[in-house]
Nanobody
Framework: QVQLVESGGGLVQAGGSLRLSCAAS????????MGWYRQAPGKQRELVAT???????NYADSVKGRFTISGDNAKTAVYLQMNSLKPEDTAVYYC??????????WGQGTQVTVSS
């Protein structure tokens, strides 16, 4: 099992910044990808950004140039720096870990609200 706990969400004005953190524990040695997803009201959960065990990153087009994902080498934490936030970034943000055995693990989510 992998346990994930997110923090850092909150209310911010458009143009502002937030930094999300995800602390991981448990069987994380076989984790191949860490990432952030988000789900806005009435919409499906969508990928925001991922980082692999070899530090390769991937971003949704909507956040490229504004968000930066990073993680520590021990895979015990993953971060999402969010700059130039827009009202359409409002959502619950979820941390995700994927292991090499194909299993997915999710955090409980943290709310990000961007006011116009």
């Amino acid at each position: 099992q992998v346990q994930l706990v997110e923090s850092g969400g909150g209310l911010v004005q458009a143009g502002g910044s937030l930094r999300l953190s995800c602390a991981a524990s448990g069987n994380i040695l076989s984790v191949k990808t860490m990432g952030w997803y988000r789900q806005a009201p009435g919409k499906q959960r969508e990928l925001v950004a991922t980082i692999s065990s070899i530090r390769s990153t991937n971003y949704a087009d909507s956040v490229k140039g504004r968000f930066t994902i990073s993680g520590d080498n021990a895979k015990t934490a993953v971060y999402l720096q969010m700059n130039s936030l827009k009202p359409e970034d409002t959502a619950v943000y979820y941390c995700n870990y994927q292991r090499v055995d194909g299993r997915d693990f999710w955090g409980q989510g943290t709310q990000v609200t961007v006011s116009s």
